[in-house]
């Protein structure tokens, strides 16, 4: 049954932990009283059996679907991720098994990724680092980021930080999420949006929804001076369709912190396009983010051995939390 109010209290938890090389931070010290089953990728089928609780400290891993068939006690799976899209499959969804991610320790961090990488661009960084590097010295232009358009994708924690950071240094920005709401447009009226953006930053989760949302269709209506921001799920792009747009001049950069295939292949034409930043899915992990995930994941223990609303409960047939509990992060 899923996890709530006026379940037993549960003394004991037996959780099974996937990891690669590095484990959780003193997670042993946080979960006193509970059996711990370490386990990587290869391992994880054997560690399940008889398990309550797992923890997806490896989130980029698809092991838990291949291990599924394992989990004959499962009850609650927490990951230390924002996204679940690679734990949304058949046999989690389908079951009574709750499933809870680490919503609200990557917004600040992220946004002030994102507002690093628009004043990147808009301040001509990388090349003025590339030309360093080279000893030129060429006195240049650079644009201003008041008064211009982002338009943010991705209603959630992440996209409102984004969005408030950037209105913050005097940017424009119309937020666009799953549904219209009191200042958010709809996924319905993205494609309106796009014509005035100069920045196009997208922070949505993975979703049938989401998924090439930013096709050549919506690359066509950008203009030549507009850049792409990705810091949500490499497939929210179409990335054959975004290369094509960058080699043509259709569009004047992108910045890519996800991708289709991560590590990003050594012969993608991204890694070496002049008018594109790339880095490895790490815009929201600063000093101090692994504790953060442990702690939090500690508190949601407190609430499943209590019996009590757990925190983050994701609605699996959406891919996203859709509400919040007392003490969680706006």
């Known amino acids: 049954m899923p996890v709530s109010t006026g379940q037993r209290h549960r003394s004991r ?12 931070p003193a997670l042993e010290e946080h979960v006193s009283g509970a059996e711990l089953r370490f386990a990587t990728a290869g391992t994880l089928a054997d560690a399940l059996p008889g398990c309550d609780v797992l923890l997806v400290w490896d ?15 499962m009850r609650w799976v927490h ?16 079951s009574d098994v709750t499933l809870t991610n680490s919503r609200g320790v990557f917004d600040i961090p992220m946004a002030e990724y994102v507002l690093g990488l628009v004043l990147a661009f808009a301040k001509d960084l990388p090349r003025t680092l590339a030309q360093q590097a080279r000893g030129e010295w060429q006195h240049r232009e650079t644009e201003n980021v008041a008064g211009r358009c982002a338009v943010v994708v991705g209603g959630g924690p992440i996209g409102r930080a984004v969005a ?11 937020l666009v999420g799953r549904r219209a709401a009191d200042g958010v447009h709809g996924f319905d009226e993205l494609r309106g949006l796009l014509p005035d953006a100069d920045f196009v930053v ?9 998924r090439g949302l ?4 919506a690359l066509r209506r950008l203009k030549p001076t507009a850049r792409v921001i990705n810091v949500g799920r490499g ?4 990335q054959p369709d975004l290369v094509d747009a960058l080699r043509e001049g259709r569009i004047a950069g992108a910045a890519l912190d996800v991708f289709e295939t991560e590590p990003l292949p050594a012969d993608s034409p991204l890694w070496t396009m002049p008018n594109v930043i790339v880095s490895p899915h790490m815009s929201g992990d600063t000093v101090g983010w692994r504790e953060s995930l442990v702690e939090l994941f500690a508190d949601n223990l407190d609430r499943y051995r209590a019996g009590t609303p757990l925190r983050n409960v994701v609605d699996k047939t959406r891919g996203y939390v859709t509400n919040t509990t007392a003490g969680d992060p706006p």
């Open 13 to 24: 938890a037996t959780i099974a932990v996937l990891h690669a090389e590095d484990r959780p």
């Open 59 to 73: 989130f980029t891993s698809d092991a838990v679907r291949d291990a599924w068939p394992a989990a004959d006690a």
């Open 79 to 94: 990951t230390a991720s924002a996204g679940v899209d690679r734990l949304i499959f058949p046999g989690l969804v389908g």
């Open 164 to 174: 408030a950071l950037l209105a913050a240094v005097g940017l424009r920005v119309p």
């Open 202 to 210: 997208l922070a949505a989760p993975l979703t049938e929804a989401t």
């Open 214 to 217: 930013l096709d050549a269709a």
């Open 235 to 238: 497939g929210l792009v179409v």
